[in-house]
């Protein structure tokens, strides 16, 4: 079955950097656009970043872009999420997420990870 | 302040329907597919529809969704307690992200 786990949460100081990682399983990695998706603390959940099946194209929420890098790794079925100049802002719970590839566009989240902490606090 | 637009509540009582609703524009709902997702507190999001009305397997029947225009709806029959939850509906933009509406709290009476 699919899983997604990801890890590198933590807390860190404010303009500090943190990268995520999310291990990926029962799937072929390669063949799936990913997603991370946070949900701060008691609010709703905040769309962050996608990357193609092959890792060339990414595209970024306007609150993280130019902070934010999504990347991949195929060849060991891992998805990224480097994130620098951390704010408070930023304190959430971040979903690592597959995209579903039952259509050839438009399609979004069918599964998700268990999600990893991250909190920006001085 | 969400691009797709939801009601913060919704309740019903057991064997009631409920229906949630979720406005966006053009950019949004109007050109893209619909998903819905239910929160249990406590856990992750889970898939309960996609494409607009399609249920993946193990999602009961009591579940369908609908889009007309801008708008998108998810509508819950014969309600049950364990349907008690937070509902999200989401969708790409044409500008290249992805929109989630802000959330409704179903409380089961």
């Known amino acids: 079955q699919v899983q997604l786990v990801e890890s590198g949460g933590g807390v860190v100081q404010p303009g500090r950097s943190l990268r995520l990682s999310c291990a990926t399983s029962?799937?072929?990695?390669?063949?799936?656009?990913m997603h991370w998706v946070r949900q701060a603390p008691g609010k709703g959940l905040e769309w962050v970043a996608v990357i193609s099946y092959d890792g060339v194209n990414k595209f970024y929420a306007d609150s993280v872009k130019g902070r934010f890098t999504i990347s991949r790794d195929n060849s060991k079925n891992t998805l990224f999420l480097q994130m620098n100049n951390l704010r408070a802002e930023d304190t959430a719970l971040f979903y690592c997420a597959r995209e579903s590839n039952l259509a050839p566009a438009g399609t979004l989240i069918d599964h998700w990870g268990q999600g990893t902490l991250v909190t920006v606090s001085s | 302040q969400s691009v797709l637009t939801q009601p913060p509540s919704a309740s019903g009582t057991p064997g009631q329907t409920v229906s949630i609703s979720c406005s966006g524009g053009?950019?949004?709902?109007?050109?893209?597919?619909v998903y819905w997702y239910q929160q249990v507190p406590g856990t992750a999001p889970n898939l309960l529809i996609y494409?607009?009305?399609q249920r993946p397997s193990g999602v009961p029947d009591r579940f369908s969704g609908s889009k007309s225009g801008t708008s998108a709806s998810l509508a819950i029959t014969g309600l049950r307690s364990e349907d008690e939850a937070e509902y999200y509906c989401a969708a790409w933009d044409d500008r290249l992200t992805v929109v989630f509406g802000g959330g409704t709290k179903l409380t089961v009476l």
């Open positions: 029962g799937f072929t990695f390669s063949r799936y656009s």
């Open positions: 053009n950019s949004n709902i109007g050109n893209n597919y």
């Open positions: 494409m607009n009305d």
